[in-house]
């Protein structure tokens, strides 16, 4: 097993219970819902399918499980009730996968899917499918009969897309390891139609990233296209300051209408940000710092800068304030910076620890002085603080650097080797099932 990580078969996870955090019973795992990939690559595994006791289906990104065991699915607690709708890139893994027959690629033999088996990636938060267990001959799963074994997912066909495939699926598999700006380039070329179609095909997540680097009007093209629903998930996903920046461009309407649609305390973050003029420290914050109290370790300092969730920017230092340590928080008492806390010993308290010579913004703030504090004092984030003394958020240096640039900077063609991911395609590579590459989407 790599990296230790316990495989588990799917089929022992039907049925079995989803319990949040403190032991409360969420509801029961239906099934599995996973994304296929070209090149006979194992499938992603994206969440599950769970049934509250109402009755209703509800998807659980894989994002939110923090445990998976054969008896039990341990959850954040914190899930999206609204109901489960399987997407086009999307296959279920008890209901579309198994009994299925497939072919052995060594043999060319055929052969019927009896069950999957998982495994979490090591050092992410990644599950795969990464093996198959199928009987040999043309009974299926109620005939007991023919030799049955375990083979990697990669050893049989009959699962994976066709990489001459039209559509969202395939050209969403071919550019799945883009980091989110390539992606972004990739959709902001095509057509208006072709656009809307793979980003109804993203998951919440993904599509979250992307949006956060397209140009307004893309931006706003593709959150109109979308489900409202979908559409208030979405912005969920989005980093608050993003997602305020997004609805501030549509009418006050609609925009109360998303946000009526959001869960409260998303939209209450972005109803924050929204009574702050854009082009100030106010507008251009995040609600969503590491903050800490004073009497929080080093230790407890470098396990919330670990979290993979977070930009280098946002990770770079941690905010020690007074209870509540949600923003807009108790009184702000100073930064500890991450190199600083490399420099002392893990149960040294932050509180011993931090600096509080470095002057905080005012969220009224102008955007060309803070520029002139980042430039002055060598920072990737800095930390907004009202009159009161609370720590309402922090603005990075990505932040200022995006209202700084011509709204046109997205259109620059960056070289291949740098700007790309490794993949199977670069941001300036012809898309699948777009004959001739970008240009001749439009």
Known sequence: MAGGAPRIFVSHLSGVAAFDPNGDQVGRVRDLVAMLRLGNRPPRLLGLVVELHTRRRIFLPMTRVTGVESGQVITTGVVNMRRFEQR???????????????????????????????????????????????????????????????????AVTGFTLEEQAQGAESLLATFEQLRPADLANVLHHLSPKRRAEVAGALDDDRLADVLEELPEDDQIEILGKLKEERAADVLEAMDPDDAADLLSELPEQDQERLLALMRPRDAADVRRLLAYEERTAGGLMTTEPIVLRPDATVADALARVRQQDLSPALAAQVYVCRPPEETPTGKYLGTVHFQRLLREPPATLVGRVVDTDLRPLAPETALPDVTSFFAAYDMVAAPVVDDSGSLLGAVTVDDVLDHLLPEDWRETEFPADTAAAPGPASASAPAPGVPGGDHAAH
């Open 88 to 154: 086009p890139t999307e296959r279920l893994v008890l209901g579309e996968l198994l009994d299925r027959r497939v072919t052995l690629v060594e043999t060319g033999e055929e052969v019927t899917v009896l069950d999957v088996a998982i495994q979490q990636l090591p050092s992410r938060r990644e599950w795969e499918i990464d093996k198959v267990f199928v009987r040999k001959g043309k009974g299926g799963a109620l005939r007991r009969r023919g030799e049955t074994l375990t083979v990697e997912w990669s």
